[in-house]
């Protein structure tokens, strides 16, 4: 009994001491706790670092306080000159150092992916980092085209992007959802998936923001009429790596390119970019109006027309002025059955 006590008394004062001892670091030290670690092991690290001044103190000290689990996934910073006690409470209450990735509205998946891959600090658990294995980490039975939403995504250090993966789809059902919850009536578009195919294409049509619902508009109406969407970035977009810049008559022809919106009437077969919330409502709320053509300007934005004669004066002028050669409008100047 005696034996007993004496150790007790010698435990609880190794625990005191290390409650008040500081750690002999002049400057402020990053820890880095990745999934796995535990303290045991941590701590003999830190004290191999030299600026923890007894690992086996700590962890006597993190037993009597029922802290020896409160490790978390990331980096942390660690002020100089703290005791046991103040660890232990940075390391199970400090919010961790935080690092971030961006996915850019108007980009493909496959962009979005290069950009995962890259972030820093980002664990990669999904090798390869493809759309097929996309789809199959957020269980989804053909294209992951469009279904991440573009923002950017705070994380911290050891992250999964399997996990990051899935908060951008997450988010993107979230945003689809309410989208299509305040689309107008009568729209040609049978389910959300619709709106979010639409979205993209007006996407990747236009640069002016105040322009997407204008551009929504002319896609909506042609499809109502039952015309061809005759849109060059959907061709673009099945062409892959075959496109080298220059969209050829030859590829407007190409009815094997399913996403050949001058061949095929309808919507793509799938999105073709990341479509963020702007673009969301376009598709769902598009602007009324009557025209059912558009060209480009040059600037960024785009002239409309109601009527082909009117659209074809439109391409003449700006063909002109603008001295392009394989000048291209959306939709063509000639209507095709």
């Known amino acids: 009994m005696r034996i007993a006590a004496v150790l007790l008394v010698l435990v609880v004062g190794l625990a005191l001491a290390a409650w008040y001892v500081p750690s002999t670091n002049h400057e402020s030290v990053r820890v880095d706790i990745q999934h796995g670690d535990t303290l045991a092991a941590k701590s003999r690290q830190w004290q191999q670092d030299g600026w923890l001044p007894s690992a086996t103190l700590l962890r006597i000290q993190a037993r009597l306080l029922d802290k020896e689990r409160i490790l978390r996934v990331g980096e942390f910073d660690i002020p100089a000159g703290v005791t046991g006690a103040q660890l232990l409470g940075l390391l199970e209450t ?7 990735v961006t996915l850019i509205e108007g980009t493909r ?6 950009a995962l891959s890259s972030a820093p600090k980002l664990q990669q658990d999904v090798t390869p980092l493809t759309p097929a294995q996309v789809a ?5 039975q053909g294209s992951a085209e469009g279904l991440l939403y573009p923002d950017t995504y705070v994380y911290p250090s050891g992250e999964r992007v399997s996990r990051l993966l899935r908060q951008a789809h997450q988010r993107l059902q979230a945003e689809l959802e309410q989208a299509w919850e305040q689309r107008h009536k009568d729209l040609p578009l049978a389910k959300p998936y619709d709106a979010l195919v639409l979205a993209s294409v007006v996407e990747k049509e236009t640069g ?3 322009e997407r619902a204008q551009i929504a508009g002319v896609f909506v109406r042609r499809l109502q009429q039952n015309m061809r969407l005759q849109t060059d970035p959907t061709v673009i977009y099945g062409l892959g790596k075959d496109f080298d810049g220059n969209l050829r008559r030859r590829h407007l022809r190409d009815g094997a390119n399913p996403y050949n919106t001058y061949r095929h009437k309808g919507l793509p077969p799938t999105p073709i970019a ?3 919330r702007a673009a969301l409502m376009a598709a769902v709320q598009p602007q009324d109006g009557k025209a059912l053509y558009f060209v480009a300007k040059g600037d ?3 002239v409309f027309s109601e009527t082909l004669e009117q659209h074809n004066k439109a391409v003449r002028h700006y063909q002109i002025t603008r001295r392009k050669e ?3 409008s959306s939709p063509v100047t000639q209507e095709k059955p």
């Open 274 to 276: 990341l479509a963020g």
């Open 109 to 114: 998946l496959e962009e979005a992916l290069l």
């Open 208 to 210: 002016a923001p105040w």
């Open 326 to 328: 394989n000048y291209r």
């Open 136 to 140: 199959m980490v957020l269980g989804i």
């Open 300 to 302: 960024g934005t785009h």
């Open 94 to 100: 400090a919010a961790p150092v935080t690092y971030r």
